[in-house]
């Protein structure tokens, strides 16, 4: 009888751990990868909390009190070509572009900063409610994470809230939303401590595919995540990079290809920073 319940016992395990290896994450929600066209170096000391690409340059916001700024930097090149530190009492996070001027986002100080978009002078300040990650704008109105699964349209005349959108996969929420960028109508979102972008309805919060960069994530400790999503509306190139990353990668996503990750992969992809 002994033997015949340890024999059940490690018959359950083998089948247990072959299914949680092999079996597809089948939620209904396409997992996409992307191989990179190109790559530009990215300064590895930057902790990128915002990413945009605006007129031929990028605009990058990085955090760490002491440390946060924002500036203007040379897409070939890396070279940082004007920047405004701010208070080293300010952790800096997301940044966006939108009628002529930059709002940067600061993470626990209930604060926001606009600055005018050619000088980079401060033109004022905005309070906020919780914290802030994210940013990113739909033409209208500004669009801001804060590490949950809201998402929240604010008012870029008043910062006061418009609307705000739950993401949800498969009905339930998704957490830990991190960089923005609006999309041809949808919100791309980096979720912190993952590989992952989420493609999410602006409508209805519903996630609707989900990029992987697994294949490209310089993630190798908890702070070296992927963090930057920026795209060039004109020619339909989305740029990717991360938190204290080497490089930004130039995607064209009209050339991904749909593939099957297994649950223990996702598992792994959630949890990569505490296996090394």
Do not use: C
Request: without cysteine; glycine residues 8%.
């Amino acid at each position: 009888m002994k033997n015949f319940v340890i024999i059940s016992f490690l018959a359950f395990l083998m089948i247990f751990t072959a299914f949680f290896l092999f079996s597809v994450d089948s939620d209904n929600v396409p997992v996409i990868s992307v191989d990179p066209i190109k790559k530009y170096p990215h300064d590895k000391k930057a902790f990128t909390q915002g990413f945009e690409f605006h007129k031929g340059t990028f605009f990058e916001g990085t955090g760490l009190r002491g440390a946060s700024n924002l500036r203007e930097v040379d897409i070939f090149t890396g070279t940082v070509l004007r920047s405004r530190q701010l208070p080293p009492e300010f952790f800096g996070e997301g940044i966006s572009i939108i009628n002529g001027k930059i709002y940067q986002l600061t993470w626990k100080s209930g604060k926001a900063f606009q600055y005018d978009l050619e000088t980079f002078e401060l033109i004022r300040e905005f309070g906020i409610n919780g914290e802030g990650w994210g940013l990113t704008n739909d033409g209208n109105n500004l669009i801001m994470s804060n590490g949950t699964d809201k998402i929240v349209f604010l008012d870029p005349r008043s910062f006061k809230d418009v609307r705000t959108l739950s993401a949800t996969k498969n009905g339930k929420p998704q957490n830990l939303l991190n960089e923005l960028e609006f999309i041809k109508g949808d919100i791309w979102a980096n979720v912190w401590k993952t590989d992952d972008i989420l493609r999410i309805n602006s409508k209805t919060g519903q996630v609707k595919s989900v990029l992987d960069l697994s294949n490209i994530s310089e993630r190798k400790h908890v702070d070296d995540v992927a963090n930057g999503i920026a795209w060039d509306k004109e020619n339909d190139i989305v740029y990717v990079t991360g938190k204290l990353w080497s490089n930004v990668y130039k995607l064209n996503l009209n050339k991904g290809k749909v593939i099957n990750r297994s649950l223990f992969q996702t598992w792994v992809n959630s949890k990569k920073h505490l296996l090394r």
